[in-house]
């Protein structure tokens, strides 16, 4: 669901429904003091047995350490089979909340109310839901559908400007891979989302969520069609991981969608004035589009050939046929590309 002023509608509809007994609202500590407070005040109203746990924000704590206190203080209050978990925050919080929903007792109703852009267009929806460990991000973790997602636009108009850029980097991606319109809609009004206009944020929410929700129920699992979410994503994390973390997702797929784009400018008859238009949309959302200095396309291919899209030794990636298509190569959207070919849009 989505809409202004909807934190206020959740009490009344977990009563309704009756889904469970307890609700365990689980966020972090800055969305702690900016809604949850007042969400919890307001389930408390029509609800038997709520109680908030908070975490310290920030990914480092997407930990099984984290994942295991939230359980042990939902243990301690006697949260029962009978329980829901109710994951309020950025995607820290919707993916390790989501996480112990998929555990706990084997398995509680998960509501999900993301309150940062990213969340709302990407990791609420889906049912990816991990924890990080030394060894990598989200190396363990469930696929979880949650029960319900409400999007709540007016608890956007506290996130900072880098928060924003972070979910338009992913918006923009969808206009790419499924929506000419989209596009076209963002290239008319980037600027209103940073202005937090209702209208334009319930536009390009609702849409990215239904491309999403769209190739997540015809492929949960990322089979083929699913592959398509990630434009920009083989490069982008292997920048992200070369950076050691110092450069965000966001600004890392940004990058990765413009190197992929000019990979696909040779191979799949994107064209150059598509090209343009992709990196000047980045530009006005603020995001990078070049390379930093110090990472080459040497070790940005050794990195991706350990990545998990590495098929037989080959580098597979999605990539662009025209704005809102993707290409596929007979039934698959893994396009096989050679390292020569990455070097050589690396140069351009
Ligand atoms: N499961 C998926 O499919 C999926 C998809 C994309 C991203 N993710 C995960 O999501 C995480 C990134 O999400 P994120 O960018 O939301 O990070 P985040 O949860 O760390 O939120 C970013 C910051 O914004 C704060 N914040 C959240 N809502 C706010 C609000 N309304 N006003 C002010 N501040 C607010 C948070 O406290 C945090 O400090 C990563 O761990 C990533 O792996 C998962
Ligand atoms: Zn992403």
């Given at each position: 669901?989505i809409?202004?002023?909807?934190?206020?509608?959740?009490?009344?509809?977990?009563?309704e429904?009756?889904?469970?007994?307890s609700?365990?609202?689980?966020?972090?500590?800055?969305?702690?003091?900016?809604?949850?407070t007042?969400?919890?005040?307001?389930l408390?109203e029509s609800?038997?047995?709520?109680?908030?746990?908070?975490?310290?924000?920030g990914?480092?704590?997407?930990?099984?350490?984290?994942k295991s206190?939230?359980?042990?203080?939902?243990?301690?209050?006697?949260?029962?089979?009978?329980?829901?978990?109710?994951a309020?925050?950025?995607?820290v919080?919707?993916d390790?909340?989501g996480?112990?929903?998929?555990?706990?007792?084997?398995?509680i109703p998960?509501?999900?109310v993301?309150t940062s852009l990213?969340?709302?267009?990407?990791?609420?929806?889906?049912g990816?839901?991990?924890?990080?460990?030394p060894?990598?991000?989200?190396l363990?973790g469930?696929?979880?559908?949650?029960?319900?997602v409400?999007?709540?636009?007016?608890t956007l108009?506290?996130?900072g400007?880098?928060?924003?850029?972070?979910?338009?980097?992913?918006?923009?991606?969808?206009?790419?891979?499924k929506?000419?319109?989209l596009?076209?809609?963002?290239e008319?009004?980037?600027?209103?989302?940073?202005?937090?206009d209702?209208?334009?944020?319930?536009?390009v929410i609702?849409?990215?969520?239904r491309?999403?929700?769209e190739?997540?129920?015809?492929?949960?699992?990322?089979?083929?069609?699913?592959?398509?979410?990630n434009?920009?994503?083989?490069?982008?994390h292997?920048?992200?991981?070369?950076?050691?973390y110092t450069?965000?997702?966001?600004?890392?797929?940004?990058?990765?969608?413009?190197i992929?784009?000019k990979?696909a400018l040779?191979?799949?008859?994107?064209?150059?004035?598509?090209?343009?238009?992709?990196?000047?949309?980045l530009q006005?959302?603020?995001?990078?589009?070049?390379p930093?200095?110090?990472?080459?396309?040497?070790?940005?291919?050794?990195v991706m050939?350990?990545?998990?899209k590495?098929?037989?030794?080959?580098?597979e990636?999605?990539l662009?046929?025209c704005?809102g298509?993707?290409?596929?190569?007979?039934?698959s959207?893994?396009?096989e590309?050679?390292?020569?070919t990455?070097?050589?849009?690396?140069k351009l």
């Open positions: 669901m809409g202004q002023g909807l934190l206020d509608r959740i009490a009344g509809d977990l009563a429904a009756g889904i469970a007994h609700h365990a609202l689980v966020t972090d500590s800055n969305v702690a003091e900016l809604y949850g007042d969400l919890l005040n307001n408390k609800l038997n047995q709520v109680s908030m746990i908070s975490f310290p924000a990914e480092q704590n997407k930990s099984r350490e984290i206190f939230i359980e042990d203080k939902m243990l301690e209050s006697g949260f029962g089979r009978d329980s829901s978990v109710i309020l925050g950025g995607g919080v919707g390790i909340a996480f112990v929903a998929a555990t706990y007792m084997r398995g998960c509501i999900q993301p990213v969340a709302c267009v990407d990791s609420s929806v889906g990816k839901t991990a924890v990080d460990t060894h990598g991000k989200n363990i469930a696929f979880y559908q949650p029960w319900r409400y999007v709540d636009t007016s108009k506290t996130l400007p880098k928060e924003v850029a972070e979910g338009l980097a992913e918006i923009i991606k969808y206009g790419v891979i929506s000419s319109d596009f076209e809609y963002l008319a009004n980037i600027e209103k989302i940073y202005e937090f209702d209208l334009t944020l319930l536009y609702e849409t990215s969520c491309i999403k929700a190739v997540v129920q015809k492929d949960e699992k990322e089979q083929n069609l699913r592959k398509i979410l434009f920009g994503h083989t490069v982008g292997a920048i992200e991981q070369l950076s050691d450069i965000s997702h966001g600004e890392a797929i940004s990058t990765g969608m413009v992929e784009g990979i040779g191979e799949t008859g994107w064209s150059r004035q598509e090209q343009k238009r992709l990196i000047s949309l006005r959302a603020g995001l990078p589009t070049e930093p200095q110090d990472i080459n396309a040497g070790e940005i291919i050794d050939k350990i990545d998990k590495v098929r037989k030794g080959k580098i990636m999605a662009p046929e704005m298509e993707m290409k596929k190569n007979g039934e959207y893994g396009i590309v050679s390292e020569q990455i070097i050589s849009a690396f």
